[in-house]
């Protein structure tokens, strides 16, 4: 192991004397140059030309099969001119290049003078016969005509196939014409998993480094500074660590002419309809939602310099569905109050500058820089993983994030092409009471209808949090061309690190109650920590072309650590001296190496059929996962301490439970009913109120109680990761116009098990209870493991290993989709249908260690139980359809619509079985009495009701000579629909509307262009 770190620092230092650290672009024109008999000619000076790219002309020469290659272009509009003493000049004009996109153009010469010049102009090839990455374009023409909620996400939607989950700060998944702002969702496709995708500006990437982040952005940069984003869904090559959802930002750049833009919308509750849902007292009622965003750009220094910048200010305030202040704030049981219905608030900023410097002749930098603020003074309110946020119960938050990133690109002769980069995103995010809390009370959850309230101590774990989160990436490459060989090597990373910090004003105590009833009390030490991960790689790869046959072979090499510094936690209530730890290294330590393979056969030589295929293995984002569930300042374990209480037991129905519960022990004095825990949670004894020992031996212990194998948790080939295989087919149908079709598989390996060595299957009964009576539709016969009284309580010996060694656990995707992408004259349309179903089967693991998949000995589950019946299962077939388009009419008059139609929410059913059912069913008392809570529907099979959504524009283009004027009147969700798309999966409010459709709406917008 010594020597591979020593081996990578070598290859890494090399690597950074060379290139420093960059990222490429991969847009670029390549093809074969003939005579008129047919024959190949090498030596052809090839000269591209855009006013897009500030050097102004980039030049290569034919090889001697005749081929040519130019890469790391722009994306925009291009010439080629092509010349050779003896034969016409010729140049190719019109050729349109966006992100990724390899343009193949051949060309004949005639022989000639090279005086003579023939110009040709022709249809943009719309078939890449050279690349197997999938990926959807987003460029200003869809920017600009498309109704959106002009997230990037909200773009990313309408790809077919793509799912949004973990929405932060909202209730609405779904956005319609802005009303959420930015949701921050994590996105993910084609099986993959959310926290494998990727935020990308410049190629570079600047996601979240939250521990548990899904590859959201958090922070907004406005679609008013992005020239084009690249939806990236598969078939990454060797250059990109993860294969999930990667969205490629790429920033406007200014030009050798001034020019900008200024762009405005708006709407109220005035230009809103109505949607009712049964079982839901309204609906999400708009109250204001505005954005104005001035932009410009251009020459600081002719063919030297270029700027662009600009401004956007976002509001969308709402009032979210069933979300109502509390009649009374401290009650211990939430009654809404319907005439205090609460909004959510919803503001952001986002400032950018993007530079361009033509240093040298060859020298070329990039500076870009971006800050946004985002403020959400009811974040989470409402409906969030299956539980509920009430107003009282979310936090007032604030996040400020910093983007800083230096791009250097330098051609070094037509053949040689270095690149190099360094992108920083610092982010500050800070959570605390909201105005509606009542912050004298312990905050709550209430476990029938999962509903946390009072204040937000329960989901912060603390009255509030400040986070610092940072990311860092580097990338660099060096790539030699020829006309048949793209020769690529460099390396790339991201390191991640989060500081957190809690602070309580309730004594670090929250409490759980059922129907009203206190059951449990939970003191919590400081989540006070820093964590660090670093992932990065080496990679070559080829783009080799052999004849109408394109190989796209690739290699990786990654290296993922995770580990914590020396650090210290202040004194707090059940800590009141404080600790001090000190830093662990190479907490995982995986080295894998990861195979790219593609290849694209122009099946007539023509360029209109490419069948493609490939095969490429992942690994997947773990940031700094593995330090904060080792750390003893962040593993919940070790900070946790749930003690039952029933706040006194007498009058208590569950003090009738054998055996009858004393309402106070030892010399504390209890009071009865008060709301308040009395009792000492560092005293392992019952005590005070508390009247069941403590459970968690490892609560305040900086000792190791959770333990990775050595032999799983470094080394090679242990990474959880996935391979990914494609086939399909791209035709073109016509000039500007093709069909997709291809068959996408995703297979998992690696999952990783936690197995609690103090404990054995044996010391697990099975409970069996049937809960057909429960009156859900579909729900039947459930069995989960329960802990034996006598191996309940024992100190926790937990490793974290491979579950290749309990027997493995699966998880396969397979789905097809069929996309149409078409750019004609006067239409624009994008889109199509995609479907798939997943698999899934845990059940050796589950039987081999089941404390994997159900909390050892806990009173109350922090997650639901799984059913034994359901650790094998399939989902259903999930069909979507989404399109969008435009089409312009005689006077400057454009129509543009998206159309997204989607399976509705996967429904579970979440039944609390009790401890009566459950002494019946293992034949004697639980270790500890207390409801678990099981999903008691097969998961995959039971569906919401579908989604579908439409939306459209109309706009009317004014030009004014060099300038332009757009005016545009959108409609969303033309239909009204009201589908549910968040529900209540509680027994006591079963389906109950928890987030739905918002409304038709419409809204008013202008665009100057200058």
């Not at 930002?249 to 405005?264: D, I, K, W, Y």
């Not at 394109?550 to 290699?555: I, R």
Request: net charge negative; proline share 6%.
């Amino acid at each position: 192991m010594r020597h591979l770190r020593t081996a990578l620092t070598v290859c890494t230092v090399i690597a950074s004397v060379l290139l420093v650290a960059g990222a490429a672009n991969a847009q670029q024109i390549g093809g074969t140059v003939t005579d008129t008999t047919g024959g190949v000619l090498p030596g052809v000076t090839i000269e591209v030309r855009s006013p897009d790219i500030i050097e102004q002309v980039r030049t290569a020469v034919t090889d001697g099969a005749g081929q040519y290659l130019v890469v790391a272009l722009e994306p925009g509009t291009y010439s080629v001119t092509y010349t050779l003493p003896g034969f016409s000049t010729l140049v190719r004009e019109g050729i349109e290049l966006t992100t990724g996109f390899t343009a193949s153009v051949d060309v004949e010469l005639s022989v000639g003078d090279v005086q003579e010049s023939v110009t040709v102009s022709g249809a943009s090839p719309v078939v890449d016969i050279q690349n197997t990455l999938q990926r959807a374009l987003i460029d200003r023409e869809v920017i600009d005509e498309i109704p959106t909620g002009k997230s990037h996400q909200s773009y990313a939607l309408l790809v077919p196939g793509m799912n949004a989950s973990a929405a932060f700060g909202t209730s609405l998944n779904q956005d319609a014409g802005g009303t959420t702002v930015q949701t921050v969702a994590a996105l993910d496709i084609h099986g993959s998993r959310p926290k494998d995708g990727q935020t990308n500006i410049n190629g570079m990437d600047v996601s979240n480094a939250f521990s548990g982040g899904g590859g959201q952005m958090f922070g907004t940069v406005s679609d008013g500074a992005m020239e084009e984003m690249s939806v990236e869904v598969s078939g990454h090559g060797a250059e990109a660590a993860l294969g999930g959802v990667g969205v490629n930002l790429v920033p406007r750049e200014g030009a050798n002419q001034f020019s900008g833009a200024f762009f405005a919308s708006g709407t109220g509750p005035g230009l809103q309809g109505t949607n009712e849902v049964p079982g839901a007292p309204n609906f999400a009622e708009l109250d204001r939602a505005w954005l104005y965003n001035p932009a410009v750009g251009g020459p600081i220094a002719r063919d030297r310099v270029w700027f662009y910048a600009q401004f956007t200010h976002q509001v969308a305030d709402s009032f979210t569905p069933n979300v109502f202040a509390a009649v009374d704030p401290a009650n211990i049981r939430y009654v809404p109050d319907p005439t205090q219905p609460v909004a959510s608030i919803n503001g952001s900023k986002d400032t950018t500058l993007n530079l361009t410097i033509q240093a040298t002749r060859k020298d070329k930098f990039k500076i870009f820089y971006s800050y946004a603020d985002w403020e959400k003074p009811n974040a989470l309110a409402g409906p969030l993983f299956g539980l509920f946020i009430a107003p009282e119960g979310s936090v007032s938050g604030d996040y400020r994030l910093h983007t800083t990133q230096f791009n250097w690109v330098r051609p070094a002769t037509d053949r040689l092409l270095f690149e190099a980069g360094f992108s920083s995103s610092p982010a500050q995010f800070d959570a605390a009471p909201n105005a509606h809390a009542a912050n004298d009370v312990l905050g709550l959850l209430e476990a029938t209808t999962l509903t946390i309230h009072r204040n937000n101590h329960f989901i912060s774990q603390g009255s509030g949090y400040d986070s610092w989160r940072a990311t860092h990436s580097f990338r660099g490459s060096m790539t030699y061309v020829t006309g048949t060989h793209n020769l690529k090597v460099g390396f790339s990373g991201t390191r991640t690190s989060e500081r957190f910090q809690t602070f309580s004003n309730q004594n670090f105590t929250n409490a759980l109650t059922i129907l009203g009833l206190p059951l449990q009390a939970g003191f919590w030490l400081p989540h006070d920590s820093t964590n660090e991960g670093i992932a990065y790689g080496i990679y070559a790869q080829d783009q080799i072309t052999l004849g109408r046959l394109t190989v796209n072979a690739g290699l990786r090499l990654d290296r993922l650590t995770n580990s914590y510094p020396d650090q210290t936690r202040a004194p707090s209530t059940w800590e009141p001296e404080g600790q001090s730890i000190s830093g662990v290294s190479d907490i995982v330590a995986w080295n894998d190496l990861q195979p790219r393979l593609g290849v694209a056969y122009d099946v007539f030589g023509d360029g209109r059929t490419a069948l493609k295929a490939s095969a490429n293995r992942y690994g997947t984002r773990s940031n700094s996962e593995w330090a904060v569930l080792l750390n003893p300042f962040s593993a919940v374990p070790a900070r946790a301490n749930d003690r039952v209480w029933l706040d006194g037991a007498p009058g208590h129905p569950f003090a009738r439970i054998p055996p009858v519960f004393p309402s106070c022990i030892g010399p504390v004095e209890c009071i009865a009913g008060d709301g308040l825990v009395q009792g000492d949670p560092a005293n392992p004894a019952p005590n005070g109120e508390l009247i069941f020992p403590l459970a968690n031996a490892a609560w305040g212990s900086t000792a190791p109680f959770q333990f990775l194998d050595p032999g799983w948790a470094s080394g090679w080939g242990q990474r959880f990761s996935n391979w990914e295989v494609t086939a399909g087919i791209q035709q073109e149908l016509t000039a500007g116009m093709a069909l997709d079709v291809t068959w996408f598989r995703r297979n998992f390996v690696n999952f990783a098990l936690q197995d609690d060595r103090a404990l054995a299957a044996g010391d697990y009964d099975l409970a069996t209870v049937d809960l057909s009576g429960r009156g859900i539709p579909g729900v039947g016969t459930v069995t989960f493991p329960e802990i034996k009284p006598e191996a309940f309580g024992r100190q926790p010996d937990v490793l974290f290993t491979s579950a290749n060694d309990f027997g493995g656990e699966e998880q396969v995707f397979n789905g097809v989709d069929i996309t149409l992408n078409a750019r004609l004259e006067d239409l624009l349309l994008q889109g199509g249908v995609s479907t798939g179903t997943t698999s899934y089967n845990f059940c050796p693991a589950y039987d081999a260690a089941p404390e994997h998949l159900s909390r050892r000995g806990d009173l109350v589950r922090s997650a639901n139980t799984f059913a034994r019946e359901f650790c094998d299962t399939s989902t259903n077939w999930l069909t979507q359809i989404k399109l969008l388009g435009s089409y312009t009419l005689p006077y400057d008059i454009q129509v543009a619509a998206t159309l997204q139609s989607a399976p509705g929410p996967e429904r579970q059913a979440l039944i609390a079985v009790t401890p009566a059912e459950i002494a019946a069913a293992l034949g004697r008392p639980q270790a500890a009495p207390g409801a678990v809570t099981v999903n008691a529907l097969e998961p995959g099979t039971v569906y919401g009701e579908r989604f579908n959504q439409f939306d459209l524009r109309f706009t009317k283009i004014f030009p004014m000579g060099d300038t332009r004027l757009r005016a545009m009147v959108d409609i969303y969700n033309v239909f009204n629909n009201n589908a549910v798309f968040s529900e209540s999966y509680a027994q006591a409010n079963y389906l109950s509307p928890l987030g739905f459709m918002p409304p038709r709406l419409l809204r008013f917008a202008a665009q100057f262009d200058f």
